[in-house]
């Protein structure tokens, strides 16, 4: 695996913007070097979105006592898969998703949701006070690319 960024950031719904351009540039080049046969542009929306939606998230359901706390968000590469690592010391919450309610539209329920269905691979730990959700899109490319 090979690490491209890591990013650290106060929990503050300021930096969503920022963290969603930095996602979009990065998937784009990814594919662009993985000289990925699928569409470029619905592959970093769709990983865009799912780190925009990771890290509003971990702002929006800290506990007010945690506001001040840190997100870092890892981005890797390996082979024809880009990976975001997310992590935060929020509350444990549970991973497992279910339909979004939608008399609750325009808002709740949808990120994991959301995320589950735009990434290949998605995976959720706890270990040492810290939730760490790793979240992984792959590109279609002619021929592999090795490492």
């Known amino acids: 695996m090979k690490k491209i960024l890591t990013l650290t950031l ?3 719904l300021i930096y969503v913007k920022l ?21 470029i542009s619905e592959f970093a929306h769709a990983f865009e979105l799912s780190i925009s939606e990771s890290f509003t998230n971990s ?7 945690n506001k001040a706390k840190e ?4 981005l890797t590469t390996n082979k024809q898969e880009l990976t975001a ?7 444990q919450f549970n991973p497992q998703t279910h339909s979004p309610v939608i008399s609750s539209y325009p808002e709740g329920g949808y990120g994991l949701f959301l995320i589950n269905h735009l990434m290949d691979k998605v995976s959720y730990s706890r270990s040492n006070g810290k939730n760490t959700l790793l979240m992984t ?11």
Not at 19 to 39: L, M, P, Q, Y
Not at 85 to 91: G, H, L
């Open 59 to 65: 702002v929006r359901y800290a506990d007010p006592s």
């Open 10 to 12: 106060q929990g503050d």
């Open 85 to 91: 690592t997310m992590i935060d010391s929020n509350s």
């Open 137 to 147: 899109k792959q590109v279609d490319v002619a021929r592999p690319i090795h490492s």
């Open 71 to 74: 997100v870092t968000i890892t």
């Open 19 to 39: 963290v969603s351009v930095i996602a979009r540039n990065i998937a784009e080049i990814f594919a662009h070097e993985t000289r990925a046969t699928s569409n």
